[in-house]
């Protein structure tokens, strides 16, 4: 893992992310979050499942909605050994709320709000707005990151087939 040199574009708007760029093949890097109840979640949650890391900007926009509905709904084809966290800097109760409102039970709500560790260890940081780049990680079940997929343009979907394959194989 290296400092990240990647940019991104937010409606063709470029902006250099920050943090620690993660490649395929190297450790999940540790990160703390918060689960809508506002307990702390470590990666220790990455233990024992393939775990699909989704990187989104904000669950109240249209790209990640539609992003994170998708994966809710792939979620029951992958069945119990895979896990699929979205992790954002909203708040966990606009998460809470979001979930309870587009009716998103297969996929866990992470809020990076605090401090930014998960934006950072994965490279996905866009700093002057405080909002992750959309991003796609797996994990394999040994913490190893498997697949990533950082989207150039925030305000794309990503490739879903790409992703989801990626998972199938580890399962």
């Not at 109840?37 to 890391?53: F, G, H, I, Y």
């Not at 249209?62 to 699929?84: H, W």
């Not at 997929?149 to 399962?171: G, H, I, N, T, W």
């Amino acid at each position: 893992m290296s400092a990240t040199t990647a940019s991104i574009t937010l409606k063709g708007t470029p902006f250099k992310l920050s943090g620690t760029a993660v490649t395929v093949g190297a450790p999940a890097p540790a990160f703390t979050v918060v689960a809508n109840d506002l307990s702390p979640v470590t990666a220790d949650v990455l233990n024992d499942k393939v775990s699909v890391l989704l990187s989104v900007p904000s669950l109240d926009t249209p790209v990640c909605d539609v992003e994170t509905r998708r994966f809710n709904q792939e979620a029951a084809a992958l069945g119990p050994s895979v896990q699929i966290l979205c992790i954002s800097v909203d708040l966990p109760f606009a998460q809470a709320r979001w979930c309870g409102a587009a009716g998103v039970s297969a996929v866990r709500t992470l809020s990076d709000h605090r401090d930014v560790s998960f934006g950072t260890g994965y490279g996905v940081l866009i700093a002057p707005l405080r909002l992750l780049a959309r991003a796609v990680f797996v994990v394999g079940r040994d913490r190893v990151v498997r697949y990533t997929q950082l989207v150039p343009e925030v305000a794309q979907e990503p490739d879903y087939a790409a992703a989801l394959d990626a998972v199938r194989k580890l399962v």
